[in-house]
């Protein structure tokens, strides 16, 4: 058998180019379309699992091919039914991916980088240092392998998907779109896309390119702050991305795509808990239809960032609520095993 090192990744093949390969070789093209599901309606993680092909044509194909499936290493379950699963990828690096019950919905929360560059103050994935984006595929089989779960633990089937977990998606692009493309493909998990929230720190630009590509699914921004000053200082993107700007890219956002946004946001002790930072969260919170929810902070460190009392974030909520705005409490989830917003980072 040839090395590995010059056998190439399957999966990075189009259904058009599997096929012209096929036909080169001599194959039937209908032979591409049966390994192309094979590959990704199926997940199928070896080519001997391809039964209605025969042997020798699976013999032909490992010669040239790989599968670079992910293997979930690491199974957690939290005490309230959360999932966190250590991913290895098949150059031996690793990402978190979680699964997360609910009364009415099973959400699949997904990595797109190995490590984060945005250096956010408050989040665990921000220390681990972007190393690489993740492939369409890396991406996909984060859901299916959740899916799976779903349906053997819960006996339920997946139904959310958020890009919540490491790394920044809008970083990754061009393969956050080719796996979200697959995941709601027929020929992959047929999944709807307005069930599907890709999760940004808020680059204006890739907001504006998000609405001029007119994706259907939905937006959620990491806002923490709606005053530069205070935003800059506990997310540095801030500074090459102001909130004029990102107010710009979401109007655009909006008078493109109809879509709400939804906007994430911690209150903290001592550093946005009062009424003037209330009142400018509201404001931006007109600039367009929206949603927030105000999430519970997961200590990750020394305790320079603590969770805000009670009552400002109930100062928060009546404000936002006596002017409209749909305002949820997000508790956390899991927790127990560091699988919580902001807590992963390869621990386990
Ligand atoms: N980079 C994207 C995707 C990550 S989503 C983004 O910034 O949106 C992870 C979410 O958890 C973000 O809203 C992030 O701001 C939030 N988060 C990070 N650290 C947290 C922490 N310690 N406690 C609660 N939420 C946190």
Known sequence: MVETESRRDIRKLKAEELKEFFVQHGEKAFRAQQVYEWLWNKSAKSFDQMTNLSVSL?????????????????????????????????????????????????????????????????????????????????????????????????????????????????????????????????????????????????????????????????????????????????MPINDTNSLAELGESLKYWYHKTKRKVTYEYVVWKGINDNEEHARALLKFAQIIPSKVNLIEYNPIDDGEFQQASEESIRMYMDLLERHGITTRVRKSRGKDIDAACGQLANKS
């Open 58 to 234: 699976r013999d032909m194909l490992k010669t040239h091919f790989v599968i670079n499936h992910i293997k979930v290493d690491h199974m957690q379950r939290s005490s309230d039914g959360t999932i966190k699963n250590a991913v290895t990828l098949h150059d031996g690096m690793v990402v978190e991916s979680v699964l997360i019950p609910a009364e009415k919905r099973i959400t699949a929360c997904v990595s797109s980088q190995v490590g984060c560059s945005l250096a956010c103050k408050f989040c665990a994935t921000a220390r681990l240092k972007r190393q690489r984006n993740l492939s369409p595929d890396e991406i996909y089989d984060q859901v299916v392998a959740i899916k799976e779960q779903s349906e053997l633990f819960y006996n339920r089937p997946l139904t959310n998907i958020v890009f919540m977990g490491m790394g920044e998606p809008l970083l990754n692009y061009a393969n956050v779109m080719s796996a979200i493309e697959k995941i709601t493909s027929q020929k992959g998990l047929n999944m709807a896309s307005k069930r599907i929230t890709v999760s940004t720190v808020g680059l204006a630009k890739m907001i504006i390119k998000m609405a001029d590509d007119g994706v259907k699914f939905n937006l959620a921004v990491s806002l923490h702050a709606a005053l530069d000053k205070t935003r800059s200082s506990i």
